[in-house]
């Protein structure tokens, strides 16, 4: 289910969650190739017999991570295709969309600074896959491929947004909000040739 809320998820506090926050945390700080499963375990006050209960890996704990972000977007590209292809629903799976972005910001770091592991992980294909299925519920029927370049550029323009604006001042809804204007832009325009 797609939340209503821009401001990112609280997570729990069960161990597993835990245990993806803290690894994630590591990774941002020191990189992928860096962490170990013994600096996640003592970062988190417990031992590397009760991480392996959850994660036997550290690519478990990566893979897991992706697979949670993955559940409203699969959500989303179902929803998307029982609905009619009319502009309004594509507003709509854009905001639907840029709300699990907002939750999934640290996450799409880690894709954008680990790029190599996201290959070896099988991660980015699964992503790209997805990110196929969710442009096919943009664009239009017949479009040229100008159009087409538009509504791709909707979501390139989400994606990027989240970086681009990360370091900028300002209110993360307010800024999440115009990264959606802006995509809704292109998608609009697309459907208006």
């Known amino acids: 289910m797609i939340t209503g809320s821009s401001k990112p998820q609280q997570r729990r506090g069960n161990t597993r969650q835990r245990i993806q926050d803290v690894a994630l945390e590591l990774i941002a700080e ?6 170990s499963l ?29 697979d949670d972000l993955m559940t409203p977007i699969d959500a989303l590209i179902t929803w998307a295709k029982e609905q009619p292809p009319t502009l309004e629903t594509k507003r709509e799976i854009l905001t639907r969309y840029s709300l699990a972005l907002a939750d999934a910001a640290p996450l799409f770091r880690f894709m954008q600074e680990n790029q190599a592991q996201m290959r070896e992980l099988s991660i980015g294909e699964n992503f790209k896959d997805r990110m196929k299925d969710l442009l096919s519920t943009l664009v239009p029927e017949d479009v040229e491929l100008t159009d087409r370049v538009r509504c791709f550029s909707a979501l390139f323009s ?36």
Do not use: C
Request: charged share 30%.
């Open 38 to 66: 013994r600096e996640i375990a003592e970062r988190l006050d417990v031992t590397k017999a009760a991480l392996y209960y959850h994660f036997k890996t550290k690519e478990d704990i990566v893979v897991s991570l992706f």
């Open 158 to 193: 989400m994606h990027a947004g989240m970086f681009v604006l990360k370091d900028v001042e300002g209110d993360p809804e307010e800024k999440r909000l115009a990264i959606l204007e802006v995509a809704t832009d292109l998608v609009t325009q697309a459907h208006k040739h």
């Open 30 to 35: 020191q990189g992928y190739e860096k962490t």
